[in-house]
């Protein structure tokens, strides 16, 4: 197998009393779409954090293209970081910036290109994600779905070769997402790129991975295909994908 390009080892999280990852292994190759299901506070954002060094496992080993990341300093994890675009959930624009500015933001701190040449790549990325000549439009006046969009060019600015996706359709109408959803593949075969995806929206988990896994209580209960997830009989995996409450949890409104 060639090397993975992110790699967990026996990962353990928690915060305080509450364990969020244990024991978390698993591995993902370059190229590939994963998508991480799960219930809320299940730790799937928390294992995005552990890619780029934004938090650090209690114990177990995070690793990175060969680079074991968690032990790295500040200004060694600072150029890992720029190896990977992340679209926060809420797509995190610079309110007071315009759309070229928060594009342009990544290219101004972390590379020496000139002004003309910034231009040329915040144009290029908005065409990439459908949304050529906004430059000069604020945030406020964009659309949900659009400030996805810009968001999505502001995390591929560097040309990264994984991207995080927190959520990305979380308060989009299911065209609106379903937009998002032919983005994340359109990027990933013309960019060559390693996607990550959390997500609740299981049509969306369906239609762009290669793989989904599950975490559940802390450990990951489930790897595999879509098709091999859509016809798991684990209860916890099957009541998840369907969207459907288990018995135990539905007693507890029956009183």
Request: charged residues 25%; hydrophobic residues 45%; proline residues 5%.
């Amino acid at each position: 197998m060639p090397l993975p390009i992110v790699e967990f080892r026996d990962v353990a999280k928690r915060f305080g009393h509450l364990v969020v990852l244990e024991g978390v292994t698993l591995s993902i190759q370059r190229g590939e779409s994963i998508v991480i299901i799960g219930a809320s506070g299940s730790g799937k954002s928390v294992m995005l954090k552990h890619i780029v060094g934004l938090l650090k496992p209690e114990s177990g080993q995070v690793w990175f293209d060969g680079t074991r990341i968690d032990t790295l300093p500040e200004r060694q994890l600072m150029l890992i970081r720029q190896r990977c675009g992340f679209l926060f959930q809420m797509g995190a624009l610079f309110d007071s910036l315009t759309v070229g500015e928060n594009i342009a933001f990544p290219l101004v701190e972390h590379t020496r290109k000139n002004p003309d040449e910034i231009r040329q790549v915040v144009a290029h990325r908005l065409a990439m994600v459908g949304l050529p000549g906004v430059e000069y439009k604020m945030p406020a006046e964009l659309s949900g779905g659009q400030k996805k969009r810009v968001a999505l060019a502001r995390a591929i600015a560097l040309d990264p070769e994984v991207i995080l996706y927190d959520e990305p359709t979380t308060g989009l109408d299911p065209v609106r997402a379903d937009v998002i959803n032919e983005l994340i593949i359109k990027l990933q075969r013309e960019l060559h790129t390693t996607s990550i995806v959390v997500t609740h929206d299981m049509a969306s988990a369906f239609k762009i991975a290669d793989r989904i896994v599950m975490l559940h209580a802390g450990k990951l209960i489930i790897d595999g295909s879509p098709q091999q997830i859509k016809d798991s009989t684990n209860p916890i995996v099957h009541h998840f994908v369907v969207g459907e409450a288990d018995e135990k949890e539905l007693s507890v409104l029956k009183g």
